[in-house]
């Protein structure tokens, strides 16, 4: 059976680093169709919409979308098409490759990160000249479907340990919002206790502490949106930078694989891009279309560029976004 995938490069760098991973995906022979779409600032400027119904339809209807990145209008895109894709789940690795000069080499995590409510719902008013709120959504049906999906992952093996007996974290504030991250924590620590799963928790604000002063105590982290966004660009800082971190947007019947990073305007269009993140984030695609042993040699194929070169210049070397990327398919 074809699996239909959307590729949306964006602007800035994702017009660079996209079509790399393409060519990745393209060295298997495998059932894909490639269905090229458009958003972003680009788009806006062309047509008046940053991310058109169009587009909207084709991710909403697709099996995989691989997105590179949107500038100022990143915002109007990403998250919208989150919800074309039913994410529910947010899966950010870091993990510090040999070769690369990370702050902590030892660094190897994975972030899971609610993906739809939290204060990215969306309910932000302007009261008064003076006054703006916001409301916090959290949901007992969310925040147990997060559970379960961390359940799966470590019994799949799919932390990093690679071991199905290994626990996770989970990370709140639920002595502060005792209301809202007291109901992730309760359904979040149910669900692992339900399944037979070890779980131990942090409060976020230790745990940004300690994360980088030991990372090796960690492994799968299980945390609320904006938590789990901004820890997860903390564990980017300690793996070496932007360039190097994949994600995926996971929904039940669809998903969207997207490098970490911005369109990274300071070096777009000079073709010097780091492909690694948006060659990892097709891996993750490949392993979520049940591709799996081919998500693993790409894996295998980046970490042995990464440990032996050529490098971009964010690693310090001063080879090209396509010598990379020709240098991958050659070990694939
Ligand atoms: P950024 O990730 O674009 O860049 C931050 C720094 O990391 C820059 O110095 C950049 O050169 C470097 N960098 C990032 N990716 C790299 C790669 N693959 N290879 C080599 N170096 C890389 O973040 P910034 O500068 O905060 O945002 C730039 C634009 O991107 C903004 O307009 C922002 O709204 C947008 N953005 C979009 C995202 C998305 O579409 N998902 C996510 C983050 C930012
Ligand atoms: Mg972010």
Not at 59 to 72: C, H, I, M, Q, S
Not at 271 to 285: E, K
């Given at each position: 059976?074809?699996?239909?995938?959307?590729?949306?490069?964006?602007?800035?760098?994702?017009?660079?680093?996209?079509?790399?991973?393409?060519?990745?995906?393209?060295?298997?022979?495998?059932?894909?169709?490639?269905?090229?779409?458009e958003a972003g600032d680009a788009t806006k400027a062309a047509t008046g919409?940053?991310?058109?119904?169009?587009?909207?339809?084709?991710?909403?209807?697709?099996?995989?979308?691989?997105?590179?990145?949107?500038?100022?209008?990143?915002?109007?895109?990403?998250?919208?098409?989150?919800?074309?894709?039913?994410?529910?789940?947010?899966?950010?690795?870091?993990?510090?490759?040999?070769?690369?000069?990370?702050?902590?080499?030892?660094?190897?995590?994975?972030?899971?990160?609610?993906?739809?409510?939290?204060?990215?719902?969306?309910?932000?008013?302007?009261?008064?000249?003076?006054?703006?709120?916001?409301?916090?959504?959290?949901?007992?049906?969310?925040?147990?479907?997060?559970?379960?999906?961390?359940?799966?992952?470590?019994?799949?093996?799919?932390?990093?340990?690679?071991?199905?007996?290994?626990?996770?974290?989970?990370?709140?504030?639920?002595?502060?919002?005792?209301?809202?991250?007291?109901?992730?924590?309760?359904?979040?620590?149910?669900?692992?206790?339900?399944?037979?799963?070890?779980?131990?928790?942090?409060?976020?604000?230790?745990?940004?502490?300690?994360?980088?002063?030991?990372?090796?105590?960690?492994?799968?982290?299980?945390?609320?949106?904006?938590?789990?966004?901004?820890?997860?660009?903390?564990?980017?800082?300690?793996?070496?930078?932007?360039?190097?971190?994949?994600s995926a947007n996971v929904g039940h019947e669809n998903g969207l694989f997207?490098?970490?990073?911005?369109?990274?305007?300071?070096?777009?269009?000079?073709?010097?891009?780091?492909?690694?993140?948006?060659?990892?984030?097709?891996?993750?695609?490949?392993?979520?279309?049940?591709?799996?042993e081919e998500g693993g040699r790409v894996r295998d194929a980046v970490e042995?560029?990464?440990?032996?070169?050529?490098?971009?210049?964010?690693?310090?070397?001063?080879?090209?976004?396509?010598?990379?990327?020709?240098?991958?398919?050659?070990?694939?």
């Open positions: 059976m074809t699996d239909e995938i959307v590729v949306i490069e964006g602007d800035g760098i994702g017009r660079e680093v996209v079509p790399a991973a393409v060519e990745v995906l393209e060295s298997f022979e495998l059932d894909f169709e490639f269905v090229a779409a919409e940053a991310l058109p119904a169009e587009t909207y339809d084709l991710v909403a209807d697709a099996d995989a979308t691989l997105f590179g990145a949107a500038g100022e209008t990143a915002a109007d895109v990403i998250l919208p098409l989150r919800e074309a894709v039913d994410s529910f789940v947010n899966v950010r690795p870091a993990k510090a490759y040999p070769g690369v000069d990370a702050l902590r080499p030892e660094t190897d995590v994975v972030f899971l990160r609610e993906n739809t409510e939290g204060v990215y719902a969306g309910h932000e008013d302007r009261l008064s000249d003076d006054l703006s709120t916001l409301t916090r959504v959290v949901t007992s049906s969310a925040s147990r479907e997060l559970a379960e999906y961390a359940c799966e992952f470590v019994r799949d093996g799919r932390g990093p340990a690679g071991d199905p007996d290994e626990g996770f974290t989970v990370a709140h504030k639920a002595n502060v919002m005792r209301e809202t991250d007291g109901r992730f924590r309760e359904e979040v620590l149910a669900v692992a206790d339900e399944r037979g799963v070890d779980a131990d928790e942090e409060l976020m604000d230790a745990f940004a502490t300690k994360l980088p002063l030991d990372p090796s105590q960690y492994g799968v982290i299980v945390c609320p949106n904006l938590a789990g966004d901004v820890l997860s660009d903390l564990a980017a800082g300690l793996v070496g930078g932007l360039g190097l971190l994949p997207e490098p970490v990073h911005g369109t990274a305007p300071d070096i777009a269009g000079e073709g010097m891009a780091n492909p690694t993140a948006a060659v990892l984030s097709a891996a993750m695609l490949l392993e979520y279309l049940g591709h799996v042995s560029v990464l440990a032996d070169g050529p490098r971009t210049g964010d690693l310090g070397g001063s080879a090209t976004t396509d010598e990379v990327t020709a240098a991958i398919v050659d070990r694939l």
